[in-house]
């Protein structure tokens, strides 16, 4: 892997606001700087996309299911969305 090589992470999530700033912070924070991290938000009703919103790193994408779907489409949504040349899948609670 070259030192500049784009990685994406996916995170699905559902109803997870009590967890997920935590999950995607830990993914901004690696040392490996040139990272994108997509949230699929499955349609949550707790008030998800108000933390997603709240968190200002231009390497956060946020897509968002109409109606929830599962983990597996969103999982499936966030690789599709994903741009790097390596793709990791992180659970929201992680």
Do not use: C, F, W
Not at 70 to 93: K, L, W
């Amino acid at each position: 892997m070259s030192p500049d090589e784009l990685i994406s992470v996916v995170i699905p999530t559902y109803n997870r606001a009590g967890t997920l700033k935590r999950a995607v912070d830990s993914v901004l924070n690696q040392d490996y700087r040139n990272i994108e991290v997509t949230v699929v938000d499955d349609a949550s009703s707790d008030g998800t996309g108000e933390i997603l919103a709240a968190i200002p790193d231009p390497r956060l994408r946020v897509v968002v299911h109409d109606t929830n779907r599962g983990v597996s489409a969103a999982t499936n949504t966030g690789i599709r969305a994903a741009r790097g040349a390596y793709v990791a899948v992180q659970d929201s609670e992680d």
